[in-house]
């Protein structure tokens, strides 16, 4: 997952701008950001040769109690702690910087839809080799059927404007863009709606 989000990602790139550092970052970054949402999220794949990988988070596994945002935040709190080594690669400051700009590009979006449970589609890539092949759709179609069975908004986000029509294929829809500050990127915000223009 880190290889695609190293080469192909903007927003990576703009975190870590040293392609000779980034792969070695984003390993530790996505070994302890998919540790952290393990709990809420199911990691998808389409074969045991990991063509594609997905990790789609699942909003009423975040049950919103008291209890449960603080368990959340404590692993929030337990995933930068054991991302600290990244500071023996960028530094402390590049450490810092690339924790804000991505506080910046929060989820903080997905309030807009109340107490609607969602699946939310954090992350997905395919391998260079099997790009182009459909395993982007091996891994979207039983994605968007279970929500569609189960009457439930599927989200995601992307900074690639290249895959807004990949998203709009799948009938995903902007709703929101927001403008990353002191960059030209922007987060698009998209959503599924089951039954909505399909």
């Known amino acids: 997952m880190a290889e695609a989000f190293a080469k192909n990602d903007p927003l990576y790139q703009h975190i870590l701008p040293d392609e000779s550092t980034r792969l070695r970052v984003l390993n530790i970054f996505f070994h302890r950001y998919i540790e952290m949402l393990y709990p809420y999220s199911d990691l998808l794949t389409t074969s045991t040769h990991f063509e594609a990988v997905a990790l789609v988070f699942h909003s009423e596994r975040q049950t919103g109690t008291v209890i449960s945002n603080v368990r959340y935040m404590k692993q929030i709190v337990l ?6 080594p ?3 690669i ?12 991505l506080c ?3 989820s903080l979006w997905l309030s807009m839809f ?3 449970k969602y699946k ?15 395993y982007v759709s091996k891994i979207m179609t039983p994605l968007l059927a279970e929500c569609r069975m189960s009457n439930t908004l599927c989200t995601l986000e ?8 990949i998203y709009e294929h799948y009938q995903f829809r902007t709703v929101k863009v ?10 698009y915000c998209m959503a599924f709606t089951p039954g909505v223009a399909e």
């Open 90 to 101: 960028i530094g402390v400051r590049g450490f810092i910087r690339g924790l804000s700009i």
């Open 86 to 88: 990244i500071c023996r």
């Open 79 to 84: 995933a930068i702690i054991k991302s600290l």
């Open 114 to 116: 109340g107490d609607q």
């Open 104 to 106: 910046s590009m929060s």
């Open 178 to 187: 927001i403008p990353l500050p002191n960059s030209s990127l922007e987060q």
């Open 158 to 165: 992307t900074q690639t404007p290249s895959n807004l029509p």
């Open 120 to 134: 939310h589609l954090d992350m997905l890539a395919v391998q260079d080799q099997y790009q182009g092949q459909g």
